[in-house]
């Protein structure tokens, strides 16, 4: 919206809010007004009904006294007849103690009689009836008189006359909604029923054509259900008066508001068209100055701000192009946040730009709290003899940047003539800013993790405040930098890793897998796996707790580490199941891995805490299945498949041990013999450097007989390859997996029946 049209909104509303506000309090107090008088007339009107048929109800109550007082049915009966002539009754009725008639006066209104004692005899109403009990002399019970006046559209005739308001006798016994007797015309029947049928007890009700409602009993006392209804006394046209009234006022304040507005915004109207052109880059518009009043002066500032901007842009634009070229190489390159050397190099070249140094470095504390030059520029012949400046390095805690680093402040100023502290540039004048990774004190961090600091100013001044905020917003950045390398490298590792164990997860042994097979594949060399699985591992958790089980685990990855190469690579496939890969290891040297890591668990028992946090010593065993690439499958996953197999042939078998894949079949080329099945395969050799065979071990176990003089420890040939022969742990023996001698005994367990 406009400001003209801000404007006259608020004109009409200060006009006209008062207006609306008077008619709707007059219309609200003649409506109140109105509903007062009705309410009151409504309540004299139910007095004079409730009074009337107590009346009645007396009056009915004594001719049935008159009745009763007579001792025989004959007097009785003529007593009766007196009452109807004289009309202080339409008909009386005696009945006896069982309730059967015994009199009634010809002529009387059918049965639907109310009492005025709130009794309905059942039916519609079409009388309203005193009852008395008949008693004899002695005062025993001989029945009851009963004397009715008739209810018919002159009774209710006569309570509208006595009331002053129309009288609607309900029939509440056929359903709500239905009309004994009223003397409402046609017209608004319909409208009354309704409001009375919402009535809330007896208060009044308007209904849509301005008549007041109030509903009256049945009741003690009034046991009619009756609604009285009288018209409204507001006037129908008072409504059409007031909204004409508001209408005229309305129209009469938008004309002079549109005015008024107009008038007042004429001058804003020039001066934002000024603005427009200025922001369209024409410094030379100008506002007319048409009056002294707050308006003219702000035109007359408008135009002074003006030619003074036109000078200031005049400056800024040679400066500019400058600037945007060093915001563009910084930008680009915070974009790669992981070259840090590139990052620290580009920001450290724009802070010395942007202060017109003559030299800097960029410096990150190591883990023996030295600081460490990242990058460096223009210190060529300022570092002590003998110092490189790219392998600047100085103490947290001496000299300038040091004591930067160290107490987290910045400094400047010019140095002190003396010695130059050690591994300090010389110079003359310094600034030194500090940075902290944005989550360094939430990690625990020092308070610095690295200085950005410049030497020598050209000109010879000294570095000032704004070089010191300045160099403050390139620490920022440093700050970033380091931070988002630092979060990248471990969100990396995060991914890669198992968290309880710290070994590598079943992400990365897939990856890995995948490479290490390339490899051995493009150089002719053999993968090994191992499958490793804790025996009986449910039954520590089950026994003493998933926190006994989580450090039986992590100790167990620690020994795992500690019986492989660096070579080698060792996951958490997931639960209690383990992988090794070995490069360049066949089933020989496989197999003395796998009887170290066997012995490295079965023989110094875990110690954890139990239950109740008492030291518990576990005994634990693995077993491992063994699977050799390319003897036992062709791809990755299918000798992972089959090193799997194997451990379930080691489990089937009584766990502790290993078991190692049978060899695939090799197809043979055309035009060459095949080879005898009954021969040892290529490549095994037989003797005593076999390891066990196939079969459950009899008498003392291998671990406990001397090894062969045959049996080595690792041979490791030129080209890298592991070629290692068992150590004299037994190989378990289970049908369907061929130990590395290449015995094999019928089909292995199926997979269900693996035990863990």
Not at 655 to 662: F, H, N, P, Q, S
Not at 664 to 683: L, N, Q, S
Request: charged share 20%; net charge neutral.
């Amino acid at each position: 919206m406009t400001l003209r049209g801000r404007l006259t909104a608020a004109f009409l509303t200060v006009v006209l809010g008062p207006v609306v506000l008077g008619a709707v309090f007059v219309g609200t107090t003649l409506s109140t007004v109105d509903r007062s008088r009705s309410t009151e007339r409504l309540s004299l009107a139910a007095t004079a009904v409730r009074t009337s048929i107590d009346a009645l109800c007396q009056q009915l109550r004594a001719a049935a006294d008159a009745v009763a007082l007579r001792p025989d049915p004959a007097g009785r009966a003529g007593a009766a007849g007196q009452v109807v002539s004289r009309g202080l009754a339409a008909a009386v009725l005696v009945t006896d103690r069982a309730g059967g008639v015994t009199y009634a006066t010809p002529g009387g209104p059918a049965t639907g009689w109310q009492d005025c004692a709130g009794v309905r005899t059942g039916g519609p109403v079409r009388a309203i009836s005193a009852r008395v009990d008949l008693r004899d002399p002695a005062g025993t019970p001989l029945g009851a008189v009963a004397a009715a006046e008739l209810v018919d559209p002159a009774f209710v005739a006569r309570l509208a006359a006595v009331t002053g308001v129309a009288v609607t006798l309900l029939d509440d016994t056929a359903g709500p909604g239905r009309i004994a007797h009223t003397t409402e015309t046609d017209g608004v029947r319909a409208a009354v029923l309704a409001a009375a049928g919402s009535a809330d007890g007896e208060r009044v009700t308007a209904t849509g054509d301005g008549r007041y409602v109030r509903r009256l009993g049945p009741t003690p006392g009034q046991p009619l259900p009756l609604v009285l209804s009288v018209p409204g006394g507001q006037s129908s046209g008072l409504p059409v008066v007031l909204l004409g009234a508001v209408l005229l006022a309305a129209a009469l304040a938008v004309l002079t508001a549109w005015r008024l507005a107009r008038v007042t915004t004429r001058p804003l109207v020039e001066l934002a068209g000024a603005v427009d052109r200025v922001a369209g880059g024409d410094l030379t518009a100008r506002v007319p100055v048409r009056s002294r009043d707050e308006i003219g002066r702000l035109a007359a500032a408008f135009n002074r701000m003006i030619r003074e901007t036109a000078g200031y842009v005049a400056a800024l634009t040679s400066s500019r192009d400058q600037l945007r070229g060093h915001l563009g190489v910084l930008g680009d390159t915070l974009a790669s946040t992981h070259d840090l050397q590139r990052i620290l190099r580009v920001i450290l070249h724009s802070a010395i730009a942007a202060t017109g140094a003559r030299a800097g470095a960029v410096l990150l504390r190591d883990d023996a709290g030295m600081l460490v030059g990242q990058c460096v520029e223009g210190l060529a012949g300022r570092c002590p003899a003998g110092t490189d400046p790219e392998e600047l390095r100085m103490p947290v805690g001496a000299g300038v940047v040091g004591a930067v680093a160290a107490t987290g402040e910045p400094q400047r100023g010019r140095v002190r003539p003396g010695p130059t502290p050690p591994g300090e540039p010389w110079c003359e004048t310094y600034v030194a800013v500090p940075f902290t990774a944005p989550a360094g004190e939430a990690a625990g961090r020092d308070p610095a993790v690295g200085v950005l600091v410049l030497y020598d100013r050209l000109g010879g001044d000294e570095f000032d405040d704004d070089d010191l905020a300045t160099l403050r917003t390139f620490a920022g950045h440093a700050a970033v930098a380091v931070e988002n390398v630092r979060v990248h490298e471990e969100a990396q590792r995060l991914s890669l890793t198992d968290p309880l164990t710290g070994l590598w997860n079943y992400r990365y042994l897939r990856e890995s897998l995948r490479r290490e097979v390339e490899r051995a594949n493009r150089f002719g060399r053999m993968l090994s796996i191992l499958v490793l699985d804790l025996d009986r591992f449910k039954i520590v958790n089950d026994s003493y707790g998933h926190a006994a089980g989580d450090a039986v685990l992590a100790e167990f990855a620690r020994r795992v580490r500690g019986e492989i190469r660096e070579v080698d690579l060792a996951f958490r496939q997931g639960g209690e199941e383990f992988v090794v890969l070995l490069p360049e290891t066949d089933a020989r040297g496989a197999a003395t891995v796998a009887e170290r890591l066997g012995a490295a668990v079965r023989e110094t028992p875990v110690v954890v805490a139990g239950h109740t946090g008492t030291p518990t010593t576990i005994t634990m065993s693995v077993s491992i299945g063994i699977a050799v690439y390319p003897d036992h499958a062709g791809t990755g996953t299918e000798v992972l498949d089959a090193a799997d197999e194997a451990l379930y042939a080691a489990k089937g078998a009584g766990r502790d041990g290993y078991r190692v894949a049978t060899a695939r079949p090799r197809p043979v080329p055309a035009g060459e013999v095949p080879a005898d099945p009954t021969a040892v395969p290529a490549g095994t050799a037989v003797g005593d450097d076999d390891p066990p065979r196939a079969g459950p071990p009899t008498g003392p176990s291998a671990a406990d007989q001397p090894p062969s003089d045959q049996s080595a420890a690792d041979r490791t040939p030129a080209d890298g390859a592991r070629t290692e022969q068992p150590t004299g742990r037994h190989a378990v023996g289970t049908p369907g997996v061929t130990q590395p001698g290449g015995a094999s005994s019928g089909p292995h367990p199926p997979r269900q029946s693996r035990g863990r």
